[in-house]
């Protein structure tokens, strides 16, 4: 870092996070902060720009009433004005509670019932709306501001107010009242709750969770210190804003270090943002990272035949030798040429092309990747590793060191954080990160933090001989079979989802006598793969019952069950019946959280139909479904869904099938 | 700041107010036209008001794009007289037509497939372009400005019509329904006054109509751009119009709101094809 030694004679002082930024607007006034494409062009916002700006939208909120300890929501599209308000709020004393924009208005009612919401900052027309419909049921709501000011002409509503207007008032605000807001900043405390975040939900409803400014302090600490971050990393701020991931990276390490946060256009154009931009510093979820990969192998097939060799060729070398380049293990000279004249003619222009040529180091987590996805990434040189945490711990517990990188590993616990096993294989965790408690649910903050002050992460997992940390599932979904084998959900369906055509598995089999899954096909590649083949479909439930699609899948199915029965662990929770839902699992369903991971429990419930088919071994079921659209009417689906066998293998003929 | 600029010029104050229907901007008295023997128009009369959106149904051959060419100066009737702005028109050409300010889309999309989405809205500036052949050759000198104030305008376009994923995509590879909503920025771009729009919805599903009647809802309201609308859906018609005149074999059968039209026997029969 450039300037450490500056930062650490201001230590002392720069503890809360809009101490930070006042900081950054006085020594690096002129460095850009953030950047926004609009109207075609990237707009760029110094760090004195931001502070400006945070003031203004500060003092207005001030002038509304906005009080020490309110909650302000902010909902929308990661815009730089709405982490201006994450900041104003924060300068005020008061507590940002950022929502998922994509949510429907129903679902927001919750927590502006639960964080008990006077303000909200929105995005557009479209979230006002929301707002507007559920203000009824709402009664604090007094005021929603909105950024975006299209569309909203003719609405007349007393509570809204447009960004522009507030910042105005703002800043006459300011010019009466000039000791205001560093008076406010001052009243701040480390101690103080800096962010509610809430849970997804996965398991009952969500909770808010209460991080203070020294907790998001410490994580950005450590993990800049990590990856020696510096104030000239650029980072695409894509992933929603309610998610602790993108408070993290785009917002608390930003702060930190004082580097630039770029706002995409749209949610269309990330790809083209991403390859404009460049970043040094990256994170996707591991779908992300899948989607790129095969939107990049489906364009390679229709590629001309002297390029499908070479990018076959110099692939092949990449596997080889590609991820030891990159840990600097030692590789031998003619695989160096071969590689560096690779680079030359696939790699380089292939990370171009993804927007990776910049990356020094880039993470995923949310969701476990495919070994060869991970492995792909590595070996054409992006630094791509894995981190674990959660909403509880500034999702920072564990973090791949450099040239350590193992595939089926979250690395070692990070700076500052104790990680410890209980006896059932639960992950223990401890350190200044931690939640300071869950809004309003002191019952909830008794359970999840045990008498040693450890947090109880719910995982199950273990530490292998180099002392890093391998998650297997939730502790709570490991269950057993009927013969006392161990089941473990995740794990399997995992496996399964590392295959292109397979988008989402649930696995049954606790307390069962053999595991059973219904999976959801991916439409893009299982669509392309048909379209190759010839195959006639209407859509994706026409497409889903076709018999060459069960085939195709099964094929899958009995690789991971080969692969199952390598392990003695595991070989008895090998997949014996399996059916393609009928529908794609949907967030607007309730079957999918809105971070897209599979609600079981719920999942369970309304298809125990075809559960007990699956079990009983039945040849077909019939289902009907209510499905919900996104304008939030709803409609109905039925099917006869055929169930399929798939082949298992015993401990030794996997072996020889692998 | 560049953005603070161009965040005011979309500002919804310093554009027109609140839509209001005003005076009657376009009169069309006794219009009749014909090819030879085939009187495509006879003796139709009716005047469309600012900030309307006026459609024009009837059912195929009813003279509904006559109808159009005739008001942006494709075709000059033999007979009757058109009152634009208050002026008696004498005679009209498209080009002339265009610097008064009437944009359209056609009913084929007439767009240059093989040049971006970018570069099909830009045309649509052509006519405020004032440097010559020459300056836009080098990019020199005023041109260079030009281009840029050009670009802006034609950026809040594709803003508007949320086509920025697009931007430099070749027209000829986007679907149907982007095509259209392509043809219609470009007709944005010249910022019209009175906006032609000939079947914009054909051939398009669903969504993809509800999305266009949302920007043509969204054109009318933010720009108080006139419209004079064709469509066979009547569902969309009647939805979004203020006013419906009704043609049939070159005769003006129906003229009101969409209410009124909707009961007219005479409508209802040309609709229902009872024999002629």
């Known amino acids: 870092m450039s300037d450490r030694n500056g930062q650490a004679a201001h230590a002392a002082a720069l503890d809360t996070f809009p101490r930070l930024l006042m900081h950054h607007a006085a020594v690096r006034p002129k460095r850009p902060a953030m950047r926004e494409k609009a109207y075609g062009i990237w707009q760029t916002y110094n760090w004195a720009e ?30 730089p004005r709405l982490y201006w308000s994450v900041a104003a709020c924060q300068c005020l004393g008061g507590i940002p509670v950022m929502l998922y924009q994509d949510a429907v208005a129903q679902e927001m009612i919750y927590v502006l019932h639960d964080a008990e919401i006077k303000f909200a900052v929105v995005e557009d027309q479209e979230q006002v709306d929301k707002m507007l419909e559920i203000a009824a049921e709402a009664p604090l709501l007094a005021h929603v501001i909105y950024d975006d000011p299209r569309g909203m002409r003719h609405y007349s509503q007393p509570l809204l107010m447009g960004l522009d207007a507030l910042q105005e008032m703002g800043r006459i605000h300011d010019g009466n009242h000039t000791d205001f807001l560093n008076a406010e900043i001052d009243k701040g405390a480390t101690d103080d709750i800096s962010v509610m975040l809430y849970t997804s939900g996965t398991t009952g409803k969500p909770k808010g969770v209460c991080q203070t400014h020294a907790a998001f302090i410490a994580a950005a600490t450590g993990g800049a210190g990590f990856d020696k971050l510096t104030d000239q990393e650029d980072i695409l701020s894509y992933l929603p804003m309610a998610w602790v991931g993108d408070h993290l990276f785009s917002f608390a390490q930003a702060m930190l270090t004082g580097f630039t946060i770029n706002c995409p ?96 180091v880039a993470y995923t987590a949310g969701a476990a990747i495919g070994p060869d996805l991970f492995r792909f990434y590595r070996s054409i040189g992006v630094n791509l590793k894995q981190l674990y945490g959660q909403t509880e711990t500034c999702a920072y517990v564990c973090l791949q060191p450099d040239g350590e990188i193992k595939l089926d590993s979250v690395g070692k616990p990070a700076p500052f954080v104790e990680v410890k096993l209980a006896d059932n294989g639960e992950i223990l965790v401890k350190g200044p990160m931690l939640l300071k408690a869950y809004y309003k649910r002191p019952d909830a903050s008794a359970e999840s933090i045990n008498a040693d002050g450890y947090f109880m992460t719910g995982d199950a997992g273990f ?27 995740n794990y399997i369906e995992n496996k399964l989802k590392f295959f292109q055509y397979i988008k989402e598995v649930v696995t049954f089999g606790n307390g069962r006598e053999c595991v059973t899954a219904f999976i959801n096909i991916d439409l893009e590649a299982v669509g392309n793969w048909a379209e190759r083949k010839g195959m006639a479909y209407s859509g994706y439930t026409d497409l889903a019952a076709q018999s060459a699609v069960y085939d195709l899948i099964r094929d899958c199915v009995e690789k991971v069950n080969a692969d199952l029965a390598i392990d003695p662990k595991m070989s008895g929770s090998q997949i014996k019946r399996f059916l393609i839902l009928h529908k794609e699992l949907d967030a607007d369903d309730g079957e999918l959280t809105r971070t897209r991971k599979v609600r079981r429990n719920f999942v369970a419930e309304r298809y125990a139909v075809l559960i007990e088919a699956l079990f009983e071994g039945r040849k077909t079921q019939r289902i009907e479904t209510v499905v919900k659209y996104e304008d939030g009417r709803e409609g109905r689906i039925t099917a006869d869904l055929r169930i399929e066998e798939a082949k298992t293998f015993t401990p030794q003929a996997g072996k020889q099938a692998a | 700041m560049m953005m603070n600029d161009m965040a005011s010029l979309g500002d919804t104050q310093t554009q027109a107010p609140d839509r209001h229907i005003g005076d009657v901007i376009l009169d069309l008295q006794g219009i009749s036209l014909s090819f030879g023997g085939v009187k495509a128009l006879t003796n139709i009369s ?32 033999q007979e009757g007289e058109i009152t634009f702005h208050g002026k008696v028109r ?60 050009h670009r802006k305008k034609v950026e809040e376009v594709i803003d508007f019509l949320e086509i920025q994923s697009i931007r430099k995509t070749p027209v000829g590879r986007l679907p149907y329904g982007l095509q259209k909503r392509v043809e219609l920025g470009r007709a944005l771009a010249a910022e019209p006054t009175l906006l032609l729009l000939d079947e914009p919805m054909a051939g398009m599903n669903v969504e993809e109509k509800q999305d266009m009647c949302r920007f043509i809802l969204d054109v009318n309201d933010q720009f108080g751009t006139t419209i004079v609308l064709i469509e066979h859906d009547m569902g969309v018609v009647m939805d979004i119009s203020d006013r419906v005149v009704v043609l049939d074999y070159g005769k003006k059968i129906g003229d009101g709101v969409p209410d009124e039209v909707k009961n007219n026997p005479e409508v209802i029969a040309a609709y229902l094809g009872t024999s002629h």
């Open chain 2, 46 to 77: 009716f005047d469309v008001r600012e900030h309307e959106i006026r459609s024009i149904i009837g059912p195929n051959g009813a003279g509904k794009s006559s109808m159009l060419n005739v008001i942006n100066g494709v075709y000059r009737p």
């Open chain 1, 463 to 489: 530490f292998d001989e180099d002392g890093h940390l391998k998650i297997i599932d939730r502790a709570k979904d490991v269950g057993k079979l009927t013969d006392g084998s161990m089941f473990a959900p």
């Open chain 1, 50 to 79: 931001v502070a400006q700006n945070v003031r203004a939208i500060a003092c207005g909120l001030a002038e509304l009433g906005f009080k020490r300890g309110d909650r302000l929501a902010i909902i929308g599209d990661n815009r």
């Open chain 2, 90 to 149: 004498k005679d009209m050409d498209p080009h002339r037509a265009a610097t008064q300010g009437i944009a359209r889309t056609f009913q084929n999309i007439a767009l240059f497939k093989g040049m971006s989405v970018l570069d099909n809205i830009m045309t649509g500036r052509n006519l405020k372009m004032k440097c010559n052949l020459f300056e836009h050759a080098l990019y020199w000198g005023r041109a260079q400005k030009e281009e840029i104030e």
């Open chain 1, 265 to 360: 256009e749209s949610g269309e154009t990330v790809m083209t943002d991403l390859r404009e931009i460049g970043p040094t510093y990256y994170f996707a979820p591991p779908r992300v990272f899948e989607n790129l990969l095969t939107q990049v192998m489906i364009r390679m097939e229709d590629a001309s035949a002297i390029k499908r060799k070479a990018f076959q060729h110099f692939m092949d070398v990449a596997r080889r030798c590609g991820a030891d380049i990159l840990d600097g293990k030692p590789v031998s000279a003619g695989d160096r040429l071969q590689y560096w004249l690779g680079n030359l003619l696939v790699y380089g222009p292939l990370k171009n092309v993804l927007g990776m040529s910049r990356i020094r």
